[in-house]
């Protein structure tokens, strides 16, 4: 999928065969050989998604509506690879700390900590927050106290990275969208969001500040990033008809190969992305059934609202509607719907009406971040529940004020973005 859709992007061919559809089977195949490793909720989640889009087609192509069947095969290969590329920065963004350092204690460990994972995650997505979790977690049991301060500020990275899962999803959705406008309004949005984490904690949790188990974070870390970055800046420069996810993708791939080859060698660079292709790209699976299995809902809504089956219940969108529709992803989010299937829903209804690109991938952007710390069943949380033992519902739980509170606060801004920001 990944070899598939770069080389495509780059204008390259392998054959007659359409490549959105090799790229597109590709992941499908992945997904049925990696399926039985995902857990019950999820298969049960996969299954009624998949099986509300099938009837949606069905009942489409019953009525003479026309299916747009490379949407279905090939509409997640894109933020797909960029997901799976950008996994392969795990094996050098966060060098492990060297043996017998002690972990920091105290207020300078908690913001130090909580920057770190900030920055981590704005290129490592989860990998982040469970290396610097099972560090801590062996020095001290993770409280409640860390597990929401981490959860939040992680979930907060999705409103404006250029390499997480939640941009992928936008860029995919929202055609047109400019990806230095939407970052300008998603970065603000987290900077509030990690204020309000941080000022919380002082106010709230003073004891547990003063004796908090931090991460070493070290400016080495900051390196890679920097790199990575510049890179992207660099090849948007040099390849301006290739697409955003692709580059992404592409500079992930090529700053990994390089910082390995620095530090490792070339045989133990070899070896060190051969054990992550055989163990840490598997891992995306969740991702990967979720993220196909929307996109066949997403197509078979689309056809029946392109062809006049059903209405759109929506006759405009403007920043109201933008604070409307993040209010009820943020409420499906509590009942445990994930933001990526209200995002398939809401996008073909949406997209007819020829909305402000910028303003509806705002909406997506910070739906994804007060939606996934907010759902007990969102990837996030039960990443926490599976290895530290806390349950995925109660980590949403202690996180709807902030969610709540984050709600008024990306409504009031996203009316400030919709007049500030240009169409397109």
Not at 86 to 113: K, N, Q, S, W, Y
Not at 162 to 182: E, K, Q, R
Not at 384 to 396: D, E, T, V
Request: aromatic content about 10%.
């Amino acid at each position: 999928m990944i070899a598939i859709t770069v080389s495509s992007g780059l204008g390259l061919t392998i054959s007659d065969v359409d490549p959105l559809w090799i790229g597109g089977g590709a992941a499908w195949i992945a997904a049925l050989l990696l399926a039985a490793d995902t857990t019950l909720v999820l298969k049960l989640q996969v299954s009624a998604i998949l099986a509300i889009g099938i009837g949606l087609i069905a009942y489409a192509v019953s009525t003479g509506a026309v299916v747009d069947t490379d949407f279905v095969i090939g509409s997640s290969t894109g933020l797909m690879t960029m997901i799976a590329s950008v996994g392969f920065l795990r094996l050098v963004v966060i060098p492990d700390a060297p043996t017998g350092e002690r972990l920091p204690i105290g207020h300078g460990a908690f913001l130090r900590t909580l920057l770190g994972l900030n920055i981590a995650s704005s290129v490592i997505n989860i990998s982040a927050p469970i290396l610097i979790s099972d560090r801590i977690h062996a020095e001290r049991p993770l409280t409640r106290f860390t597990v929401q301060s981490f959860v939040r500020v992680f979930c907060g990275v999705s409103s404006w990275s250029p390499f997480f899962g939640a941009m992928a999803v936008v860029l995919t959705y929202v055609d047109g969208a400019s990806l230095f406008w939407i970052i300008v309004a998603g970065f603000p949005f987290m900077l509030v969001g990690f204020a309000g984490v941080y000022l919380e904690a002082r106010l709230r949790y003073p004891d547990e500040i003063d004796n908090f188990v931090g991460y070493p974070t070290h400016l080495d870390a900051l390196k890679v990033p920097v790199i990575l970055i510049v890179t992207v800046l660099l090849l948007s420069r040099l390849l301006e008809q290739t697409s955003i996810l692709v580059l992404i993708a592409i500079s992930a791939l090529l700053v990994t190969a390089v910082v390995l080859a620095l530090r490792r060698g070339v045989v133990g660079s070899i070896a060190g992305l051969r054990d992550h292709v055989l163990t840490g790209l598997p891992r995306i699976v969740n991702e990967l059934c979720l993220f196909l299995s929307a996109g066949v809902l997403a197509a078979g809504i689309s056809a029946l609202i392109m062809h006049g089956v059903i209405d759109n219940p929506f006759d405009r969108f403007d920043s109201v509607s933008a604070a409307e529709v993040l209010g009820i992803i943020l409420l499906c989010a509590f009942c445990g719907i994930h933001p990526i299937i209200m995002i398939s829903s809401f996008s073909p209804m949406i997209l007819t009406l020829d909305p402000n690109p910028n303003l509806l991938a705002a909406t997506y952007l910070f739906s994804w971040h007060i939606g996934t710390c907010s759902n007990p069943l969102s990837g996030t949380n039960l990443v926490f529940q599976g290895r530290y033992g806390i349950p995925s519902w109660k980590i949403a739980f202690w996180n709807w004020p902030y969610a709540l509170a984050m709600l008024a606060i990306g409504s009031l801004w996203l009316q400030f973005v919709a007049r500030i920001f240009p169409a397109a």
